[in-house]
C-alpha cells in the first residue's frame, strides 16, 4: 500500500507537468508530508499543515518506513522543495513570510488551489479539475512567486539600480550598510559585492574584482559586503554581525589571505544592528578594523591602537 500511495503522488506529480528530475521517491514522499496522508487515508482528506524539512524527514520514515540520512536535509530542501514553491504548488513561510531563508523554523504548506486539485484525485472529477488548475496554473505561481518578492528586502545599489535580498534580519543589515553606511562613510563608493542567504540573489561584480586584482571561486569566502571607494582607493570589507560573528582575529586573517593581491588598501569593517549585539562579540573584535553600529550611524569605532590618538577638535 505505501509504494503504491508513493506512486499515485508520482502521478500526481507527472499531471501536474513536474520535470523529470521531480518525478521520485522523494518528491512524492514530500508531496504526501504536505497533504499529511499516510497510506490507508483517501486523498479526500489532504490537509494543510504546516511543515519543515526535518518533519517532512520523519514523516516519510514514521508513515511509509523511508529512512533518509539527516545530511538529506539539503536534497529534499533544493531539489524537491524549492521545485514545489517556484511551480506554485507550495507556500514557503506562508505563517511568517519575511523569516530568514536560513532559518531552522522554516515552513512550507501546499497551496489551497492544489489542496482542492488533489483531493479529488482518483474520482470522476479529477480529469476536469486538473484541466482547470493548469488552466491557470502559470497565474497562480506567478501570483505566489509576486507574494514571496514583496516580503525581500530593496537595496539600492550605489550609482543606480536595485536588488533584492532574501527578507530576515541578516539582510536588513546588509542594505544599512550599503546604503547608509556607505553614504556616511564612503559616498560615491561601488558595490562590488553582497551577500545573500538566499542564494539566487545578491550582487557580484566579479569583473570589476578582478580588475582590482582578486580572484575567488567561492562566494561563501567574501565578506557580506564589498565596497570600492575609488577616490581613496579603498577596497571596504563589511560583516553583518547580526547573528553571525564579526571580523575576529580568525576572520580578519581569512580576509587578508582571500584579499591578498587587491591593488587598493584594505578596510576591514564588523558591522552591528545595535551596541546591545556588539557587546556580545566585543571581546572577539580583531584590533585593527573598524566597527559600525547601524543605531548610531553617523559614528565609527576604531580599533586601532594609537593611530587615532589625539584631541578633538
Known sequence: MSQQRIDEATEILRALDFPRAQLNDRSALCLLALLDLPPQAPWRDAAAPLIGITPIMEFARTHYDRAYAPNSRETFRRFSMHQFVDGGLALYNPDKPDRPVNSPKAVYQIVPEALDLIRSYGTPRWAEALADYMGQRQSLAAKYAMARELEQVPVVIPGGGELLLSPGEHSELIKQIIEVFGGHFAPGSELIYAGDTGAKNGHFDVEGLKALGVEVDKHGKLPDVVLYDRGRDWLILAEAASSHGPVDGKRHAELAHLF???????????????????????????WETEVWVADAPTHMMHFNGVRFLGPYQ
Open 260 to 286: 591578498r593581491d587587491a591593488t587598493p588598501g584594505l578596510v576591514y569593517v564588523s558591522a552591528f544592528p545595535d551596541r546591545a549585539t556588539m557587546r556580545k562579540y566585543l571581546a572577539d573584535i580583531a
